[in-house]
């Protein structure tokens, strides 16, 4: 990884820099004066910070960063001391108070940022959230009279989609810890533990492996509310699959993808239906490569489920569901292996490989997470494939 060029930045000055070029052609190709940004990790993109008190788990204080085509970018911000350690932007304007959202000095700092404002665009559209309020937003908007307010998700998108060298160092990172930290869990699974235990003791181990923080824990056992995040203390039981699905946070970035273990010796069924989602992912991991759409990656996806002779693990999974989609700030983001996306794969983009395969009440989700290369794919998630038998 490149040298940070501040001793306590996540990113170096060239980092950010190509971040903001790359954002700038795109703005110039869709006419674009301004980008107006507000959600957490899309504020964490571009600034190569984090501002929040505590992300996602308060709404009080929101920060702008405000990307001009031309000119220097400028934060308005609560949480300014955070920033001057990590971020190379110098423009980081304060405000005061909590109640209101302080419109006017977004206002003024956007004529600062651009003396020239026609089009500003924002985070309106597919998987996007701003990170001020819907009435302060829609007030802004109608001060800005003159003003077209566009929605950018698109270009942030195609930006947070393709990874630098850098980001996909923290990626690696969080895949290795959370193999680890998994693995660990399966040597420690016994009999009497419940699913709150389970998944408890996988976030301590994420951290106790090296993660900055547990991005999520879901069990994939095949009963309801298994999936939920607060977990119930419902016993484990032998003769149950356990998959865990779990990712850890390196600095920013996380991963997303599980392994399984059998709670006692595994059954033919579930050793057939381990190795049915291996063979189908495998064919996909084989077709990873330039040029090759989501859309047909599902395609074959859904073809090789087909000639295991087993079924989908449920009818949404070739159906509108998806098999695989895009991480890096978020445990999932675009693009998505499904029949609708059209996205083409190119070097650098981040895309997981997810299958599901179903032998009666068998079933198997596997995920492994891959960057494109100029000549194929290489893969991040390097945990061993093994179907592990637990002794309880």
């Given amino acids: 990884m490149t040298t940070p060029d501040r001793p306590y930045a996540l990113f170096s000055n060239g980092e950010m820099t190509r971040r903001h070029e790359r954002?700038?052609?795109?703005?110039?190709?869709?006419?674009?004066?301004?980008?107006?940004?507000?959600?957490?990790?899309?504020?964490?993109?571009?600034?190569?910070?984090?501002?929040?008190?505590?992300?996602?788990?308060?709404?009080?204080?929101?920060?702008v960063c405000i990307l001009p085509r031309e000119g220097e970018p400028?934060?308005?911000?609560?949480?300014?001391?955070?920033?001057?350690?990590?971020?190379y932007i110098e423009d980081i304007r304060a405000y005061d108070g909590i109640v209101a959202f302080p419109v006017e000095d977004v206002v003024s700092a956007l004529h600062d940022a651009s003396t020239?404002?026609?089009?500003?665009?924002?985070?309106?559209?597919?998987?996007?959230?701003?990170?001020l309020p819907v009435a302060d937003y829609l007030s802004l908007v109608e001060r800005m009279r003159?003003?077209?307010?566009?929605?950018?998700?698109?270009?942030?998108?195609?930006?947070?989609?393709?990874?630098?060298?850098?980001?996909l160092f923290y990626m690696r990172s969080a895949a290795d810890i959370t193999g680890r930290a998994r693995q660990r869990l399966f040597d420690e699974v016994h009999a009497g533990m419940t699913e709150r235990d389970?998944?408890?003791?996988?976030?301590?181990?994420?951290?106790?492996e090296g993660a900055d923080a547990s991005a999520f824990v879901i069990l994939q056992l095949d009963k309801p509310g298994a999936g939920c995040p607060y977990h119930y203390e419902r016993p484990i039981e032998r003769g149950e699959v356990l998959a865990i699905d779990a990712g850890a946070y390196v600095g920013m970035y996380t991963i997303d993808y599980v392994r399984m273990a059998t709670l006692g010796p595994a059954t033919d069924s579930q050793k057939r239906t381990h190795a049915a989602v291996l063979e189908v992912t495998n064919k996909m991991v084989a077709a990873l490569g330039p040029g090759l759409t989501c859309s047909e990656l599902f395609q074959l996806g859904k073809e090789a489920i087909l000639a295991t002779g087993l079924d989908a693990d449920s009818p949404a999974r070739i159906g509108l569901g998806r098999m695989g989609h895009g991480?890096?700030?978020?445990i999932t983001e675009p693009p998505s292996v499904c029949a609708e996306d059209h996205t083409v794969l190119e070097p650098g983009l981040v895309i997981s490989t997810e299958p599901g395969v179903r032998d009666g009440d068998v079933q198997f989700v596997w995920e492994d997470v891959h960057v494109i290369t100029e000549n194929g794919s290489e893969q991040l998630t390097l945990e061993p494939p093994t179907l592990r038998e637990l002794v309880l």
């Fill in 198 to 208: 389970v998944s408890r003791r996988m976030r301590q181990l994420m951290l106790e």
């Fill in 23 to 63: 954002a700038r052609r795109l703005m110039a190709e869709q006419e674009l004066d301004a980008l107006l940004i507000s959600g957490d990790e899309n504020f964490q993109y571009f600034t190569g910070a984090n501002a929040s008190l505590a992300q996602h788990t308060s709404l009080t204080r929101p920060s």
């Fill in 116 to 131: 020239n404002l026609r089009r500003i665009g924002v985070e309106l559209g597919q998987e996007q959230r701003m990170g």
């Fill in 74 to 87: 400028i934060v308005l911000t609560q949480g300014g001391s955070s920033l001057v350690l990590g971020s």
């Fill in 146 to 167: 003159g003003v077209t307010f566009t929605d950018a998700a698109q270009l942030i998108i195609g930006l947070r989609m393709v990874k630098s060298a850098e980001e």
């Fill in 327 to 330: 991480q890096g700030l978020l």
